[in-house]
């Protein structure tokens, strides 16, 4: 069964420093999110992104956040300078394009800690 | 504002124990509503997708109900490994297709 994939499992990385998070979705689905859940919170949109450029973005999803798809199945989040409150679960998700079908599926998440 | 509340946070069953969990939601017009099992460390994994009031999907033990306030995850004889977090989320009909998720509920079935 086709599933979304995310590299690496666990990031550590001092605070200041650049990291980029690693999806694949899966192969047919054309619409790619990124959502992060702090410990403990609930899980939170950050940005959607189709045809090669962002659709919607939230308020957490500043300057220091940007994605890719640097080719035709790795879709990317990269934090540019990390702080301590970027450290959370990070999931990626896809979506197919039938306007029937809505629900996203989600990767098993990166952990990023912040130190 | 958007919002999607569950209830109880946290729920502990004795295994055979049915019970109901809660989503309720305020938004400003509903696309669609999805409920997502979570395991520790784990991402949410898609269990059912409701789109219309009145309307009901179930899978094993899990029957997800649907009206216009709120929806309803019903576990019937719940087993030990029925235990999870379960999320809920709605899309709204502006926007991208993002999800709005609750807090979730904490499941516990004791064996």
């Known amino acids: 069964e086709p599933e979304v994939t995310q590299t690496p499992s666990h990031q550590v990385t001092q605070m200041g420093q650049e990291v980029i998070l690693r999806c694949v979705p899966i192969?047919?689905?054309?619409?790619f999110y990124w959502y992060r859940q702090i410990l403990g919170q609930k899980v939170e949109f950050l940005v959607s992104f189709y045809n090669n450029e962002i659709s919607e973005k939230s308020e957490i999803f500043d300057d220091q956040f940007s994605v890719e798809r640097p080719d035709g199945s790795n879709f990317t989040l990269k934090i540019r300078s990390t702080k301590l409150e970027d450290s959370a679960m990070y999931f990626c998700?896809?979506?197919?394009?039938?306007?029937?079908?809505?629900?996203?599926?989600f990767g098993p998440g990166t952990r990023l800690t912040v130190l | 504002e958007d919002q999607v509340t569950q209830s109880p946070e946290a729920l502990r069953l004795q295994e055979g124990e049915s019970s109901s969990l809660n989503c309720s939601y305020t938004v400003s017009g509903l696309r669609g509503l999805f409920w997502y099992r979570q395991d520790p460390g784990k991402g949410p994994e898609f269990l059912f997708t409701l789109y219309s009031a009145g309307e009901e999907k179930e899978k094993e033990r899990l029957k997800a109900t649907l009206t216009k306030k709120e929806s309803f995850l019903h576990i019937t004889a719940p087993k030990p490994e029925d235990s999870a977090t379960y999320l809920c989320a709605v899309q709204i009909t502006s926007g991208t297709y993002k999800y709005i998720f609750g807090t979730g509920t904490r499941l516990k079935v004791l064996a």
């Open positions: 998700a896809s979506r197919v394009t039938s306007g029937k079908y809505h629900e996203q599926f």
């Open positions: 192969s047919n689905h054309l619409y």
